[in-house]
Each structure stands twice: as C-alpha cells, then as structure tokens.
C-alpha cells in the first residue's frame, strides 16, 4: 500500500470517527432537551413554600400551582383551584373560611369537603413532598380525587357571612 492511500484511509478513518462523535452527540443532547424537568410550572412539580409556612388552619395560595396548601388532621395537602364541578377558579373565602365556587353555588369547607352545590365531590389534591431543599413540591401533573359528599366529613362551621352573595 503506497503513502497516499494509507494517508486517505487514514483520513477517511478520522473523518468516521468524528462524524460519528458528533452523531453521538447529538442524540444525546436531543434526549436531554426531551427529558420532563423534574421541577417545572403547571403540569409538573411546582417549587413552593417551607412547611412551617403553611398555617394550621386557613390556606395560602400557591398560583404558580393552581392550588392552595392548607392541612387536613395536621396534614399538608395541596387543593386543586379547579371546581369539581365545570372548572372554575375556585376562591377561598377569608370570611366563611371556605372555598365558594362564584360559577353555580359550589361550597367546600377548609379542608376540601363538599358542602352544596353541583360539584360531585370534594376538592380534588395534588400530591405534595419535601424536596431536599427543604421546600414543599406541588406535583401539578397528578390529581387525587376528592371525597364524595359526606365522606369523612369534617363538622367545621363556618367563621362568618359566605363571600358570595344570596342568589347569585
Ligand atoms: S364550576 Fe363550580 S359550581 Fe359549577
């Protein structure tokens, strides 16, 4: 085999070799940019508070993740905004210290049970876990259905007037 042919077999082996690199490459970064964030918005698993700062009784609204933390027999949970009902926004309501849907009449008490209304069933939840930063994950890509009516209801009265007004 004369000089110029073992240099271009050479080459042509180098030129392979670093096309198939870049083949490789490739692939992998597509797979990477294809991989689900582990932490990402709505639909994943949304980063929000400390634990410490979901209060005992009441809620505090996480919008990122479209639900409200609050505690149920000392347990933090994560309450779906989404009526159980159509799908409105459902508010919580400071005064009643419940969750009144404005749609069609819907009412839930603080820790998600159905109380009136057209919704079939309680407030439906997000599963929640501590990350290793210490924060509270809100995993917005999975739902847990509420209780039926009636079902382990809690007997919690009302705190005062209901936020939506008789008649609408
Ligand atoms: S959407 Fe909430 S009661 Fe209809």
Known sequence: ??????????????????????AIAGGL??????????????????????PGAVPDEGVIEVPAARSYLGKVDGEIVAFSEKC????????????????????HGSAFNRVGDYLTGPAPRGMDQHPVEVGDDGLL????????????????????A???PSCVAEGE
């Open 1 to 22: 085999m004369s000089y110029n042919m073992k240099r271009r077999a050479f080459v042509t082996r180098v030129g392979q070799f670093g096309a198939g690199l870049v």
């Open 29 to 50: 970064t597509s797979w990477d940019l294809l991989q689900p964030l582990p932490t990402s918005g709505f639909g994943g698993k949304v980063r929000s508070i400390p």
């Open 84 to 103: 159980t009902h159509l799908g409105c926004r459902v508010p919580y309501c400071e005064s009643s210290s419940q969750f009144e849907c404005p749609c």
């Open 137 to 156: 994950y809100i995993d917005t890509g999975s739902k847990i259905l509420g209780p039926a009516p009636g079902e382990n209801l809690h007997d919690i």
């Open 158 to 160: 009302p705190t005062g």
